[in-house]
């Protein structure tokens, strides 16, 4: 270090025999300001009116020692003063083993368990409805009372996630489900009341969970991994599911109606004890992470942290300023639609098989597991894809509109396919087909939260939850009355894929991948 710092002085040191600052062509300081390095050996002044053609650093020499300071940290051996064209792109095992993996795993749990505590309750409803005399008016009132408290939390929980970090909140997020969760069996034991208590709280503490991973990956992933991240995170919530669909009534046959409950409250604590001292909120305060992976990291991130380096996030967010731009109505919009044809899909096909085809759904099991296993699968392949485009030059942009096009016309023309099935085989393969497609929009809408606004992304990823909660009730209530009406189920299919490919033209119209500077919008 002592020889480095010698040899920049004799570089820098004005006693040398230099060339008439009114014969040189300055370097200016302010390239080091805006470029985080200082320029290479071959970027120095050079005199204009000397046939020696002699070299001298013109800039001051204190900021050429600070930079190589920075340049020489953490684990690295040498200082980094390679471009970002020289910082390779990791291969498959650097990849698999580094540290911003570790965390992406740890956040696709996390929602796994989420998924898994949440449709725990949609397999214990019928035994203990029959134990308790339910009728199924009620039983539904138990179920959705889950969907009041996931309409309390998301915006208020993305003001949170903004202003402490997702780490934070996460950790709250699962502690507080998990204990509602593992207290469903006491308070269904106890009272009706204690009982959607329960299922509130289970629905306030999942509602900060998308938030926080939306905060996680922004941080932890350069731009040419992002959509890949999302992708892993949820492949695990579709995954949680699955396991808990599957697994739960194996569970109940040897542990009875609340064995499911208690175990999948376990494994939640379990989780945060892991989470805590496992990951940091941000990839520079990991004390094991990389200097090369750091650097990959950081420099990926550069177009997308310009505003949140200007502080933290106000408590209290700017709503006005945020629903004053087409591209937040754009986001909210997207979401809406997305849960509007999600959850009348999950909750009225099986209705629908039975009434259209005479095909009881419910016993076959894998109509439970076969669909979030597509869009697991299908989720991940787009985020690989969407990351392969932006890596290729593509604009962030057209990637975005293109993933989330696919994700509503993919469904849309999937379901048209449905209403034209004329055997249960074909009309399964149209659905699942509708499912898979969906999950474009994780590279989409999903991923995009940060990249318009990531001083607000919590607050604006909350907004868009809170439209997408109430699609998700309004279009699992409407269709019931529209088939009460209209009589038939076959309309109500035709008005959802109408409505999205109305949602997929004001997206392609007025989404952005651009950052939206919010705070100077008047």
């Not at 020289?86 to 291969?91: A, G, I, R, V, Y």
């Not at 494994?267 to 990389?290: C, N, Y």
Request: charged share 10%.
């Amino acid at each position: 270090m002592s020889l480095l710092r010698h040899s920049l002085d004799r570089v820098i040191h004005p006693s040398l025999p230099p060339i008439s600052r009114e014969h040189t062509r300055r370097v200016s300081s302010r390239f080091i300001t805006s470029h985080g390095f200082p320029p290479r050996f071959s970027q120095v002044a050079v005199g204009t009116g000397s046939s020696h053609g002699s070299l001298q650093w013109v800039f001051p020499q204190s900021q050429v020692r600070k930079k190589v300071r920075l340049g020489i940290s953490r684990n690295s051996a040498s200082g980094s003063f390679l471009p970002d064209k020289e910082l390779h792109s990791p291969t498959l095992l650097e990849f698999v083993t580094s540290e911003r993996v570790k965390v992406v795993a740890m956040l696709g749990l996390a929602l796994a368990l989420c998924n898994a505590d949440r449709v725990v309750m949609s397999v214990a409803i019928v035994p203990l409805s029959k134990v308790r005399g339910w009728s199924q008016s009620f039983s539904g009132i138990i179920q959705s009372s889950f969907l009041w408290g996931y309409m309390m939390s998301p915006i208020i929980g993305g003001a949170f996630v903004d202003h402490y970090g997702g780490k934070v909140i996460m950790a709250w997020g699962v502690t507080l489900w998990s204990l509602a969760t593992l207290l469903t069996p006491w308070a269904a034991e106890t009272s009706v009341l204690a009982l959607i208590t329960m299922r509130v709280l289970l629905g306030v503490a999942e509602g900060v969970a998308l938030p926080s991973m939306n905060n996680m990956v922004s941080r932890w992933f350069p731009q040419t991994e992002r959509s890949r991240a999302v992708g892993i995170v949820m492949a695990g919530f579709q995954l949680g599911s699955a396991v808990g669909l599957l697994i739960s009534p194996i569970i109940m046959s040897k542990a009875g109606i609340f064995g499911p409950f208690v175990i999948f409250g376990l494994f939640g604590f379990l989780w945060v004890l892991v989470w805590l001292p496992g990951t940091t909120s941000a990839p520079e305060k990991h004390p094991q992470i990389s200097r090369y992976e750091l650097d990959y990291i950081t420099k990926g991130q550069k177009p997308l942290i310009c505003l949140e380096r200007n502080g933290k996030s106000e408590i209290i967010p700017p709503l006005v300023k945020l629903l004053s731009r087409f591209p937040t109505w754009a986001l909210i919009s997207a979401n809406a639609m997305h849960s509007w044809g999600y959850f009348v899909i999950l909750s009225w096909m099986p209705i629908y098989f039975n009434t259209i085809h005479h095909v009881d759904l419910r016993q076959a099991a894998w109509f439970s597991a076969l669909p979030w296993f597509m869009m697991a699968f299908l989720g991940y392949a787009a985020g690989t894809v969407s990351d392969m485009l932006i890596k290729r030059g593509v604009s962030i942009t057209f990637t975005r509109k293109i993933m989330q096009t696919i994700g509503f016309i993919g469904p849309a023309i999937c379901l048209l396919g449905l209403n034209a099935a004329n055997n249960p085989s074909a009309a399964s393969a149209w659905l699942t087909a509708a499912v898979g497609l969906s999950s474009f929009s994780h590279s989409g809408f999903l991923v995009n939260f940060q990249e318009v606004a990531p001083k607000y992304a919590g607050v604006l990823h909350g907004m868009s939850n809170t439209a997408g909660t109430l699609a998700a009730i309004m279009g699992t209530v409407g269709a019931g009355f529209f088939v009460q009406k209209m009589g038939s189920f076959r309309g109500f299919i035709l008005l959802t894929s109408l409505l999205y490919f109305f949602c997929a033209l004001f997206w392609d119209i007025f989404a952005t991948g651009v950052q939206v500077d919010f705070d100077a919008v008047a």
